[in-house]
C-alpha cells in the first residue's frame, strides 16, 4: 500500500517520542512488510471486504515494524485501533512515530517508558478515547485485566467503558495462563481466541522464532562465544526447544531442566543432558529461562553459580529470574559493565544479568524476524474478523484457534514460499473418517 494512500487527515490522540522519527519508521515497517506476504494477502482482503469498519480495537503489543504492518492491516479493514506497548523496552520509536504520522493510529508508546507511564500507556489504548473497546489485542492479558479483572487495584485513569466488548486475542502463553485463571473466577465475561496455542504459532514463531531472536538478543548484549560454553535451557516447551536447538548448533553444550517428566524425557531422547537446576547451576556458563512461571532462577542456584556466568530471560514476564534474590545475594549494588549487562557479585563471583531480566530476544535485539510474524499477524488478524463475524460461535472463556483457520494460514505460508503439498483422494479421506 503506497504511503500516500495511508497518510491520516488528522493527529489522533497520541504520546510518542518523537514524531519526526516518523519517516524512519514507515522505511523500517516497509522492509518488515516485504517478508510479510501473508499479512499482505489479508490486508488487500480487507481493504476490500471491510470486516471491521466502525470498530474500535484496544491492542497491548510489543510496538515494532511487524506490529505496524498488522495494525495497518486492521486498519485497512476498516477499524479504528488505539496501541501501547506490551514492553517498554521492545518499542521502537521510529515505528510508534509512523504509524502516528501516516496511519491515524493513537499510540501510546515510548521506548524505556518508566513504570507509571507503562501503565498510563495501556490506560490510554483501553479507554479507546473513553468509548471502551469493541475488541482487544494482548501479549500477556494486561488489556483485558484491566477491563474486567475486578481484583486489580483501580486503574489510574478511572474505569473503563466495557458495555461494547465482543472479545479479544491473546499472544502469549502467560496470558492465556492469566485469562483461564480470570475465567475460573468468573471474571472473563467474553471469548478470547488465544493464537499462542495455534500449531502455526508454536512451530514457527515459538520455536524457530524464539530459538533465534533469544540467541540473537543474548550474542548482541555479550559478544560471547556460545562455542565449547554449557548452556542452561530452563523450561523445554516449544521456546525452549527452539533455543536448545540453536544452542547446540551454535557449538554449545546444553542442559534442560524441566518440572514435566515427559518433556524432560523427550529432551533426553533428542540428545541434551537433563537435570534438576541446582545441578545445573554449578556446572552453566549461559543460563535462559524460558518457562513462563516465576522464580525459576533464585538465590539457592546464584550462590552456585561459576564465576562470569550470564543469566537471560526467554519468557514474557521479568519474574522468572528472581530479582528480588539476585539483588540481595549480591556483596553489593550491580554496575552495568555493557550496555543491558548488569554485572552482580555473589560470593566473590561475577554474574551478569541481561536487560534487566526482561525478555532478552526484545530488549537486547528486534525480536522475531518479520517472516515469522508474519504468521503470528495473520493469526491475530484472522481470530479478531472470526469474533466479529462469527461471534456467536465462541462462548465466554479461552480458546484455540479454530483448526480450519490454522491450516489455512500454513497453507498461505506454503505458497508464498512456492511450495505445493499433496491433498488425499476422496477415498483416503472416507477411509480417515471412518477410523476417526
Avoid at 81 to 100: C, E, I, K
Avoid at 120 to 128: D, I, L, P, V, Y
Wanted: charged share 25%.
Amino acid at each position: 500500500m503506497a504511503t500516500s494512500a495511508r497518510r491520516s487527515p488528522h493527529r489522533p490522540d497520541h504520546d510518542v517520542a518523537d514524531r519526526s522519527l516518523a519517516g524512519a519508521g514507515e522505511d523500517r515497517i516497509d522492509w518488515a512488510d516485504a517478508q510479510m506476504p501473508v499479512v499482505a494477502q489479508v490486508r488487500e482482503r480487507f481493504a476490500r471486504e471491510r470486516p471491521l469498519d466502525g470498530l474500535r480495537i484496544a491492542a497491548c503489543l510489543h510496538v515494532t515494524a511487524e506490529t505496524g504492518n498488522l495494525v495497518r492491516t486492521l486498519r485497512a479493514g476498516g477499524a479504528d485501533v488505539w496501541l501501547a506497548a506490551a514492553n517498554p523496552l521492545s518499542t521502537q520509536d521510529d515505528v510508534a512515530a509512523a504509524l502516528v504520522v501516516a496511519d491515524g493510529v493513537a499510540v501510546h508508546a515510548r521506548r524505556g517508558a518508566d513504570r507509571g507511564t507503562y501503565l498510563r500507556h495501556q490506560h490510554a489504548a483501553a479507554s479507546c478515547g473513553g468509548a471502551g473497546p469493541h475488541l482487544t489485542m494482548d501479549d500477556g492479558g494486561d488489556l483485558l485485566a484491566l477491563l474486567l479483572d475486578r481484583d486489580l487495584p483501580a486503574s489510574p485513569g478511572g474505569p473503563i467503558p466495557t458495555t461494547d466488548l465482543l472479545g479479544g486475542t491473546e499472544e502469549t502463553t502467560t496470558g492465556a495462563l492469566r485469562l483461564r485463571l480470570l475465567a475460573e473466577r468468573g471474571g472473563l465475561t467474553v471469548p478470547v481466541l488465544a493464537v499462542n496455542e495455534a500449531d502455526t504459532h508454536r512451530v514457527v514463531e515459538n520455536r524457530h522464532g524464539t530459538g533465534q531472536s533469544a540467541l540473537d538478543g543474548l550474542l548482541r548484549a555479550t559478544n560471547v562465544l556460545l562455542a565449547g560454553r554449557t548452556v542452561v535451557v530452563v523450561g523445554y516447551g516449544s521456546c525452549g526447544r527452539g533455543v536448545a536447538a540453536r544452542a547446540r548448533g551454535m557449538g554449545a553444550a546444553v542442559i534442560v531442566c524441566e518440572v514435566d517428566p515427559i518433556r524432560a524425557l523427550e529432551a533426553k531422547l533428542e540428545g541434551f543432558d537433563v537435570a534438576p537446576a541446582l545441578e545445573a547451576a554449578e556446572r552453566g556458563d549461559v543460563f535462559v529461562t524460558v518457562t513462563g512461571n516465576r522464580d525459576v532462577l533464585t538465590r539457592e542456584h546464584f550462590e552456585r553459580m561459576r564465576d562470569g556466568a550470564i543469566l537471560a530471560n526467554a519468557g514474557h514476564f521479568d519474574v522468572e529470574i528472581s530479582l528480588r534474590d539476585l539483588a540481595a545475594a549480591a556483596d553489593g549494588p550491580a554496575v552495568e559493565v555493557r550496555p543491558l549487562v548488569e554485572r552482580y557479585v555473589v560470593g566473590g563471583r561475577r554474574l551478569h544479568l541481561l536487560a534487566g531480566g526482561r525478555v532478552v530476544n526484545l530488549a537486547a535485539a528486534e525480536g522475531y524476524p518479520a517472516s515469522v510474524m508474519d504468521l503470528s499477524f495473520t493469526n491475530q488478524a484472522l481470530a479478531v474478523e472470526a469474533l466479529v463475524v462469527d461471534r456467536d460461535r465462541f462462548a465466554p472463556g479461552v480458546h484455540r484457534v479454530p483448526p480450519a483457520m490454522d491450516a489455512e494460514m500454513a497453507r498461505l505460508k506454503l505458497s508464498s514460499l512456492g511450495i505445493a503439498i499433496d491433498a488425499l483422494s476422496p477415498e483416503q479421506e472416507r477411509y480417515g473418517r471412518a477410523w476417526s
